[in-house]
């Protein structure tokens, strides 16, 4: 009769990373509503039980998850009329290297938890540097959120929608085109 190995221990911290990776990645794939702990346990190699006992429910493991640093580079020393396109390079290598950010995209689209951490990221990381930015504290609020529009248009359509036509262009033609609308709503004077 053959015997199964008995499992190898696993070091707490490496199992909390083993779950995050998976969670972000069955995130990624079903989006909140349809990725189950179950799933994520077994994407992992771990009893689901496990799951609950570090991050104690479906909610807290997607906010773990979902913690995204955007690492935005200090651009103030770049001329301000490159600003725009620097943001979109930033935003495309970003997206193009982790798929954590679509997974929390996909997902705000349709729970309202997912939707927070989104606001949450921009409030806190966009948001700041929109406002040293543009040197305007007044509209600083206004000109984050416009800029958060576009970039998140961009995100949908090229990433998460696939929309043809917006896939189909180059970095270099996407950089070209959104480029100038969002250094438009850094530093144009109020309209």
């Known amino acids: ?22 969670a972000r ?32 429910s479906k909610e807290k493991l997607f906010a773990a998850a979902a913690d995204f640093d955007l690492r935005l580079p200090d ?13 979109v390079e930033h935003f495309i290598d970003r ?21 927070k951490r989104v606001r949450a990221v921009l409030a806190g990381q966009v948001a700041p540097t929109i406002a040293k930015l ?4 007044a509209l600083a609020a206004m000109r984050s959120g416009l800029v958060a529009s576009q970039i998140l248009g961009l995100a949908l359509c090229r990433y998460v929608l696939r929309l043809p036509p917006v896939v189909a262009m180059s970095r270099a033609d996407v950089v070209g085109w959104v480029g100038p609308a969002v250094q438009r709503y850094i530093s144009s004077p109020e309209p």
């Open 1 to 22: 009769m053959s015997r199964k190995p008995p499992p190898r221990p696993r070091h707490a911290e490496t199992t909390k990373a083993a779950i995050l990776t998976a």
């Open 25 to 56: 990645e069955r995130f990624a794939a079903d989006g909140y509503e349809r990725a189950t702990v179950r799933a994520i346990a077994a994407d992992a190699a771990i009893d689901p039980a496990l799951v609950m006992r570090y991050f104690g």
């Open 75 to 87: 651009l103030g020393a770049l001329p301000l009329a490159h600003l725009g396109s620097a943001l």
């Open 95 to 115: 997206w193009e290297s982790d798929d954590t950010f679509m997974a929390l995209l996909r997902a705000a689209i349709t729970n309202e938890l997912a939707a």
């Open 134 to 137: 543009s040197g305007d504290p």
